[in-house]
């Protein structure tokens, strides 16, 4: 398994933006895949979006389409997330999650339950 550390979050007004940032350290194999998941009270987790392995484009969320960016590093093993144009419904805990995906398709088909390793979440709160 490998260990994941977000760092990034914090508070800001509508319309604001963050940037988290998900430090991968052990061993990656080829075939992992890394989701952003948020949590916020009272309700489920949701996947906002997922890399798989170190190629390919990211999938989003219907729910932050437009809104967030998903970004590899892989000299650095970190995986990004550009948050822009927060509204309040984006408060939540963020976590990173990784789990073996053989496929793009297995990856974005992950649900939050299927991932085996979580970072330990960072705070975005948006007040209006």
């Known amino acids: 398994q490998v260990r994941l550390v977000e760092s990034g979050g914090g508070s800001v007004q509508v319309g604001g933006s963050l940037r988290l940032s998900c430090a991968i350290f052990?061993?990656?194999?080829?075939?992992?895949?890394i989701a952003w998941i948020r949590q916020a009270p009272g309700k489920a987790r949701e996947r906002v979006a997922s890399?798989?392995?170190?190629?390919?484009?990211?999938y989003y969320g219907d729910s932050v389409k437009g809104r967030f960016i998903a970004s590899r590093d892989v000299a650095k093993k970190t995986v990004d997330l550009q948050l822009d144009l927060l509204q309040p419904e984006d408060t939540a805990i963020y976590f990173c999650?990784?789990?073996?995906?053989?496929?793009?398709?297995?990856?974005?088909?992950?649900?939050?339950?299927?991932?085996?390793?979580w970072g330990q979440g960072t705070q975005v709160t948006v007040s209006a």
């Open positions: 999650a990784a789990d073996s995906a053989k496929s793009y398709l297995q990856c974005v088909s992950k649900s939050p339950g299927d991932f085996a390793s």
């Open positions: 052990g061993s990656t194999p080829n075939n992992i895949c």
């Open positions: 890399l798989h392995t170190w190629y390919g484009s990211p």
